[in-house]
T-cell receptor, first 118, second 113 residues
Framework: DVKVTQSSRYLVKRTGEKVFLECVQD?????MFWYRQDPGLGLRLIYF???????EKGDIPEGYSVSREKKERFSLILESASTNQTSMYLC?????????????????FGPGTRLTVT | KQEVTQIPAALSVPEGENLVLNCSFT??????LQWFRQDPGKGLTSLLL?????REQTSGRLNASLDKSSGRSTLYIAASQPGDSATYLC????????????FGQGTRLTINP
């Protein structure tokens, strides 16, 4: 079974703090993703990475950065946390497409981190 | 811009009923569609993935269909159980970025014993 783990289930931080959210997957997936989920807004992609040291912005990258030094680990960094970054953060991973006829593979999600910034 | 809609936002049915959840998308140029389940406060669990060339996929009591030309997918749940209570989300991938999923808002399903 694919396993995607996130470092914390619940996290409370103060405004202005630097926050690190860690995600680890054990299936040798090339792609890793960070989403946030908010009531009424659904899931929105923050950043994704398709290889070590490679990253691309998603739909809402402002206020966030990411780091992928090893294939299995993808970190989301809030440089200076703000109250509007209070949210549920979800990490996901998937294989990179191989061959023809298959555009992409299933994404597997971690359990989520509920971040509260006060 | 691709938009995904799930109606209704919430559904409550008695145990044992068969039910259908709906998902519609505005741009039919998709690569595939994925259905997920989310329990309260938890992450997403992948249920089924349908490639654009497929019409349906089945897993146990779940059957997902895809009509790409009309921009619709349905998730059929047979003989519903209280343990099926969760939020169900659909998401699509397409040429806007093959690794990027566009999600619907979800349908919150409650199965009453």
């Amino acid at each position: 079974d694919v396993k995607v783990t996130q470092s914390s289930r619940y996290l409370v931080k103060r405004t202005g703090e630097k926050v690190f959210l860690e995600c680890v997957q054990d299936m040798d997936h090339e792609n890793m993703f960070w989403y946030r989920q908010d009531p009424g807004l659904g899931l929105r992609l923050i950043y994704f990475s398709y290889d070590v040291k490679m990253k691309e912005k998603g739909d809402i990258p402002e206020g966030y950065s990411v780091s992928r030094e090893k294939k299995e680990r993808f970190s989301l960094i809030l440089e200076s946390a703000s109250t509007n970054q209070t949210s549920m953060y979800l990490c996901a991973s998937s294989l990179f497409p191989r061959g023809t006829g298959v555009a992409s593979y299933e994404q597997y999600f971690g359990p989520g981190t509920r971040l509260t910034v006060t | 811009k691709q938009e995904v809609t799930q109606i209704p936002a919430a559904l409550s049915v008695p145990e044992g009923e068969n039910l259908v959840l709906n998902c519609s998308f505005t741009d039919s140029a998709i690569y595939n569609l994925q259905w997920f389940r989310q329990d309260p406060g938890k992450g997403l669990t992948s249920l089924l993935l349908i490639q654009s060339s497929q019409r349906e996929q089945t897993s146990g009591r779940l059957n997902a269909s895809l009509d790409k030309s009309s921009g619709r997918s349905t998730l059929y749940i047979a003989a519903s159980q209280p343990g099926d209570s969760a939020t169900y989300l659909c998401a699509v991938r397409g040429p806007w970025g093959a690794q990027k999923l566009v999600f619907g808002q979800g349908t919150r399903l409650t199965i009453n014993p």
